[in-house]
């Protein structure tokens, strides 16, 4: 359940843990099962840009769970359920870390010094690129959002 629909792209957080700046958001990760089939990725990427839905961050995993941040999630979600796609929702949180080493652990430490898990994440920078994008799936959201001081 989404706690944010649309306030969620605005930053919620800028930290500066020892000269690193690290922005924290929630925003609502879409999930999917897609069929292994060639195309079925393409059918959905293709689905949310005719939509002008834009995807900020995806992961695919081998068993076909598709998770996605998309800058509408409203309107996502409703595109692929239209298209018969079972949709779930899920608060995440979104991390942008400077792209160097070691820029992520302060943002993590926070994660954990708040008792909260890290699930799972995903996320990355081009090379060369100045910042980092993770997306933390964690057990409580705003309980680790909380602990970043939102």
Known sequence: MAA???VSSVPL????TDSVLITVMI??????????????LAGVCRLLSD???NILA???????????????HVHGGAVLRD????????DVIV??????????????????????????????GAEGSITAT??????NALRAAAAAGV
């Open 51 to 53: 939509e002008r839905v």
């Open 83 to 90: 298209h018969h796609h079972q949709v779930t929702e899920r």
């Open 95 to 124: 991390t942008t870390v400077p792209n160097t080493p070691g820029a992520l652990a302060p943002a993590l430490q926070m994660v954990a010094d708040a008792d909260v898990n890290v699930e799972y994440a995903y996320g990355g």
């Open 134 to 139: 993770i997306v933390l799936g964690v057990e």
């Open 58 to 72: 995806m992961t695919l995993e081998a068993g076909g769970q598709l998770r996605l941040v998309v800058d509408n």
């Open 27 to 40: 925003r609502t990760e879409l999930s999917l099962r897609l069929g292994n089939s060639p195309g079925a």
């Open 4 to 6: 944010f629909p649309f």
């Open 13 to 16: 957080c800028v930290l500066d």
